[in-house]
């Protein structure tokens, strides 16, 4: 049993100013949120409203800065750690760029990082088997697993291999951020039976970041949150999900 | 939480890198010792003299020297102003005779071999034949007894003279001629050792020769000279490595090496460079290649203080195909300057150069290149792709490509790229659980990928390592 706790976030961005200048400009004005395993925790609103700043802000990216309040995960402060010892705390950051980095294999790259998580090499054969049967299960060719991480895959496989990074490494609490945008149907399907996957064999907790309620037809959230201008705004379960979709987001921003 | 990505000092990281020197031991150099520093008529006539030589390769030694002399440096390239000529010692013999058998070994040198690792693997049948260059000398030389007998000649430099003399009069100095530059000068007047591989006409050699070699001596100046013929459609795979102690008097390695490939022949040089950061390594290596033969360069340069290589390859027969593949590393206070020349003068021939390089802590990676095709060398391609991979702020790259086309039916590509290890992808690595300093060894490995799987096994998994070590505090 994991859980995240996220109390009064602020977190600011260093932008470039007209005159060349570095200057923070505050994104997160506050954020209270608790995730915790086995659920699932929908994140909705539009655009520039902060969900991806705190996704990447969680995840420890160098680029955002915070400037107060607290995340802990099982009471363990977050905010000090390195983005390596947040990943190896059990928290995973599915983005929705993924980079590519050329001449490393999907495979080496995956036993690389399961060894540093573990602090140790997984047995190669059990490894190797792990990785041939989620693959198969999201619908990978095999020889995706010999090809430059991220190299020239299309949205869609960027996507997959996201997830695939999800089942083989095993966190406890994952953000998806954006996983759907730029998927089809049919992917959509394979991306989300993925998680629920993850869910049964991990008891994994979800934050779920998404523009759009089709996702949520395929992974049921048990709550769903409202982000506006930095912060959480409403809270509600699944219907309020399905009415935003018919709404819109404009009765929560400022005209 | 453990705090396990702390920040270190400049002093702990500098540190670290000279630890992982795994090669800078130093053992007693009691042979070089007393051996006269500067070179002049005197030693050069003594080592021609010592080594029983012919009347022509003296004179030839001498018209060096007088080159080495007059030739003006280079005005571009690596700042060699530190090393001091006079103060080098120019031939030092550290034991009296070669053998074939290690125990035979003074016990000082074969224990430098055993660390190295080469008598183990002669023994795994890595390679098939091996040469161990000690100071200015081979101490050990072997070949496959089937190879011998299928008329392979794998001899050091020195021997192969006295026993080839037909073939040294004919070819050496013929890819490079003495008065090429003043580092092909000084070899070519002081030059003692490498290695002579005759390869016989349609043999091939599956298991690749070695030649490793050692520099013990403080202010050794080691000048081996190889020179390879593969005859007609033959084919070898020469590996050559190179380490040397720290010390704080300067050395200076400068080779030479020839290779002449035949109709239909091909040959691959493998070399992995990995002096001790107070070695110079100013090097000539050229290959002449006639009809439909194949040169194979593949280059590492990861040690030595500053080093000058540009392998190449005159293209002088019909079809004629070279290749250049070259990965080179800098670090603190290393300026390596490689590349490749391809001279293309015969209809189709093609070359291909791949140059990558990675700079890191300050270190200066400078691509230098030649493609010069004549006129009349119609339907020939060549193809230049550099890539320069910079780990941080404070280091350096540099392009200086040179093409010279004098026929119009010709197809050229150049393509240069400089990529930075940027925030995002070391973001994107460590959420997945990477250390930092993990996280850019994975960046750097990849990058190399392409050339490093061209590399016998055993020198992929010793450059991984190195990598790896190399990387440690480097970013952050």
Not at chain 1, 138 to 156: I, Q, T, V, Y
Not at chain 2, 355 to 383: D, F, M, Q, T
């Given at each position: 049993m994991s859980k995240l706790v996220i109390r009064g976030l602020h977190a600011s961005v260093l932008v470039k100013a007209d005159n060349g200048d570095?200057?923070?400009?505050?994104?997160?004005?506050?954020?209270?949120?608790?995730?915790?395993?086995?659920?699932?925790?929908?994140?909705?609103?539009?655009?520039?409203?902060?969900?991806?700043?705190?996704?990447?802000?969680?995840?420890?990216?160098?680029?955002?800065?915070?400037?107060?309040?607290?995340?802990?995960?099982?009471?363990?402060?977050?905010?000090?750690?390195?983005?390596?010892?947040?990943?190896?705390?059990?928290?995973?950051?599915?983005?929705?760029?993924?980079?590519?980095v050329p001449g490393v294999s999907v495979t080496n790259f995956l036993r690389t990082a399961k060894t540093a998580l573990d602090g140790k090499a997984p047995q190669v054969r059990e490894f190797i088997k792990d990785l041939n049967s989620n693959m198969q299960s999201l619908k990978m060719d095999k020889k995706f697993a010999n090809r430059s991480l991220n190299e020239g895959f299309s949205g869609g496989e960027k996507k997959r291999n996201e997830i695939l990074q999800l089942k083989m490494l095993q966190p406890k609490i994952a953000i998806l951020d954006e996983t759907d945008s730029g998927l089809d149907v049919d992917a959509l399907k394979i991306v989300s039976k993925g998680v629920n996957d993850a869910r049964k064999t991990t008891d994994l907790g979800v934050l779920l970041i998404t523009h759009y309620y089709r996702i949520l037809d395929y992974i049921t959230p048990d709550e769903v949150f409202v982000f506006a201008d930095g912060k959480v705004v409403d809270k509600g379960d699944a219907g309020l999900a399905k009415r935003l979709e018919e709404t819109g987001y404009d009765k929560y921003v400022d005209a | 939480?453990?705090?396990?990505?702390?920040?270190?000092?400049?002093?702990?990281?500098?540190?670290?890198?000279?630890?992982?020197?795994?090669?800078g031991w130093q053992d007693d150099d009691s042979y070089?010792?007393?051996?006269?520093?500067?070179?002049?008529?005197?030693?050069?006539?003594?080592?021609?003299?010592?080594?029983?030589?012919?009347?022509?390769?003296?004179?030839?030694r001498l018209r060096a020297l007088e080159g080495f002399r007059t030739i003006?440096?280079?005005?571009?390239?690596?700042?060699?102003?530190?090393?001091?000529?006079?103060?080098?010692?120019?031939?030092?013999?550290?034991?009296?005779?070669?053998?074939?058998?290690?125990?035979?070994?003074?016990?000082?040198?074969?224990?430098?071999?055993?660390?190295?690792?080469?008598?183990?693997?002669?023994?795994?049948?890595?390679?098939?034949?091996?040469?161990?260059?000690?100071?200015?000398?081979?101490?050990?030389?072997?070949?496959?007894?089937?190879?011998?007998?299928?008329?392979?000649?794998?001899?050091?430099?020195?021997?192969?003279?006295?026993?080839?003399?037909?073939?040294?009069?004919?070819?050496?100095?013929?890819?490079?001629?003495?008065?090429?530059?003043?580092?092909?000068?000084?070899?070519?007047?002081?030059?003692?050792?490498?290695?002579?591989?005759?390869?016989?006409?349609?043999?091939?050699?599956?298991?690749?020769?070695?030649?490793?070699?050692?520099?013990?001596t403080q202010s050794l100046g080691q000048f081996e000279r190889t020179l390879i013929i593969a005859d007609e459609d033959s084919y070898v795979h020469y590996v050559e490595g190179c380490t040397a102690p720290i010390y704080s008097e300067d050395s200076l390695h400068s080779g030479v090496v020839e290779i002449i490939v035949k109709k239909g022949a091909r040959v691959r040089y493998t070399t992995i460079q990995n002096w001790s950061n107070n070695v110079y390594n100013l090097v000539t290596q050229r290959a002449l290649v006639e009809e439909n033969g194949?040169?194979?360069?593949?280059?590492?340069?990861?040690?030595?203080?500053?080093?000058?290589?540009?392998?190449?390859?005159?293209?002088?027969?019909?079809g004629a195909n070279a290749e250049?593949?070259?990965?080179?590393?800098?670090?603190?206070?290393?300026?390596?300057?490689?590349?490749?020349?391809?001279?293309?003068?015969?209809?189709?021939?093609?070359?291909?150069?791949?140059a990558k390089s990675v700079s890191r802590e300050g270190g200066r990676c400078s691509y230098r290149g030649l493609v010069k095709i004549v006129e009349?060398?119609?339907?020939?391609?060549?193809?230049?792709?550099?890539?320069?991979?910079?780990?941080?702020?404070?280091?350096?790259?540099?392009?200086?490509?040179?093409?010279?086309?004098?026929?119009?039916?010709?197809?050229?590509?150049?393509?240069?790229?400089?990529?930075?290890?940027?925030?995002?992808?070391?973001?994107?690595?460590?959420?997945?659980?990477?250390?930092?300093?993990?996280?850019?060894?994975?960046?750097?490995?990849?990058?190399?990928?392409?050339?490093?799987?061209?590399?016998?096994?055993?020198?992929?998994?010793?450059?991984?390592?190195?990598?790896?070590?190399?990387?440690?505090?480097?970013?952050?």
């Amino acid at each position: 049993m994991s859980k995240l706790v996220i109390r009064g976030l602020h977190a600011s961005v260093l932008v470039k100013a007209d005159n060349g200048d570095e200057v923070a400009k505050e994104i997160l004005k506050g954020v209270d949120l608790e995730v915790e395993s086995g659920k699932v925790y929908a994140i909705m609103g539009p655009n520039g409203s902060g969900k991806s700043t705190l996704a990447y802000t969680l995840a420890g990216h160098p680029k955002y800065v915070v400037t107060s309040g607290t995340a802990e995960l099982d009471g363990k402060d977050l905010l000090q750690m390195t983005v390596d010892e947040r990943a190896k705390s059990g928290l995973f950051l599915a983005m929705q760029y993924p980079i590519e980095v050329p001449g490393v294999s999907v495979t080496n790259f995956l036993r690389t990082a399961k060894t540093a998580l573990d602090g140790k090499a997984p047995q190669v054969r059990e490894f190797i088997k792990d990785l041939n049967s989620n693959m198969q299960s999201l619908k990978m060719d095999k020889k995706f697993a010999n090809r430059s991480l991220n190299e020239g895959f299309s949205g869609g496989e960027k996507k997959r291999n996201e997830i695939l990074q999800l089942k083989m490494l095993q966190p406890k609490i994952a953000i998806l951020d954006e996983t759907d945008s730029g998927l089809d149907v049919d992917a959509l399907k394979i991306v989300s039976k993925g998680v629920n996957d993850a869910r049964k064999t991990t008891d994994l907790g979800v934050l779920l970041i998404t523009h759009y309620y089709r996702i949520l037809d395929y992974i049921t959230p048990d709550e769903v949150f409202v982000f506006a201008d930095g912060k959480v705004v409403d809270k509600g379960d699944a219907g309020l999900a399905k009415r935003l979709e018919e709404t819109g987001y404009d009765k929560y921003v400022d005209a | 939480m453990e705090q396990t990505a702390k920040k270190r000092s400049d002093d702990e990281i500098l540190s670290e890198i000279d630890r992982s020197y795994k090669y800078g031991w130093q053992d007693d150099d009691s042979y070089g010792k007393g051996a006269k520093r500067g070179l002049d008529e005197q030693v050069v006539l003594e080592i021609s003299r010592y080594k029983q030589e012919p009347q022509w390769m003296l004179d030839l030694r001498l018209r060096a020297l007088e080159g080495f002399r007059t030739i003006k440096d280079p005005a571009w390239g690596v700042d060699y102003s530190a090393l001091n000529f006079d103060q080098l010692k120019y031939y030092v013999r550290p034991t009296d005779k070669q053998v074939s058998n290690w125990e035979d070994l003074p016990d000082d040198i074969l224990a430098t071999y055993e660390k190295l690792g080469l008598p183990e693997a002669e023994k795994k049948r890595l390679v098939a034949g091996v040469a161990a260059q000690y100071e200015s000398e081979v101490v050990y030389n072997s070949i496959r007894k089937d190879l011998e007998e299928q008329g392979v000649v794998f001899l050091d430099t020195d021997q192969g003279l006295k026993q080839h003399e037909a073939l040294f009069r004919e070819y050496f100095g013929k890819a490079i001629p003495f008065d090429d530059s003043k580092f092909a000068a000084l070899n070519s007047a002081a030059w003692s050792g490498g290695s002579f591989v005759y390869i016989p006409k349609g043999v091939h050699v599956k298991i690749p020769l070695q030649a490793y070699f050692r520099i013990n001596t403080q202010s050794l100046g080691q000048f081996e000279r190889t020179l390879i013929i593969a005859d007609e459609d033959s084919y070898v795979h020469y590996v050559e490595g190179c380490t040397a102690p720290i010390y704080s008097e300067d050395s200076l390695h400068s080779g030479v090496v020839e290779i002449i490939v035949k109709k239909g022949a091909r040959v691959r040089y493998t070399t992995i460079q990995n002096w001790s950061n107070n070695v110079y390594n100013l090097v000539t290596q050229r290959a002449l290649v006639e009809e439909n033969g194949t040169m194979e360069w593949i280059d590492g340069n990861i040690g030595s203080v500053a080093t000058m290589k540009y392998p190449s390859a005159i293209l002088a027969g019909e079809g004629a195909n070279a290749e250049t593949l070259s990965i080179t590393f800098a670090g603190p206070g290393q300026h390596q300057d490689t590349g490749a020349k391809m001279i293309h003068l015969a209809p189709n021939t093609k070359s291909s150069i791949v140059a990558k390089s990675v700079s890191r802590e300050g270190g200066r990676c400078s691509y230098r290149g030649l493609v010069k095709i004549v006129e009349g060398a119609e339907g020939s391609v060549s193809n230049v792709l550099c890539d320069a991979l910079l780990v941080d702020n404070n280091s350096r790259s540099d392009t200086y490509p040179y093409v010279d086309v004098k026929e119009d039916d010709v197809l050229m590509g150049h393509e240069a790229t400089v990529t930075k290890i940027t925030d995002d992808q070391l973001f994107y690595l460590m959420s997945r659980g990477l250390a930092e300093n993990e996280a850019a060894a994975m960046i750097v490995r990849g990058f190399i990928e392409p050339i490093a799987k061209e590399l016998p096994m055993e020198y992929a998994l010793e450059l991984n390592r190195l990598i790896e070590l190399q990387m440690e505090g480097s970013v952050g």
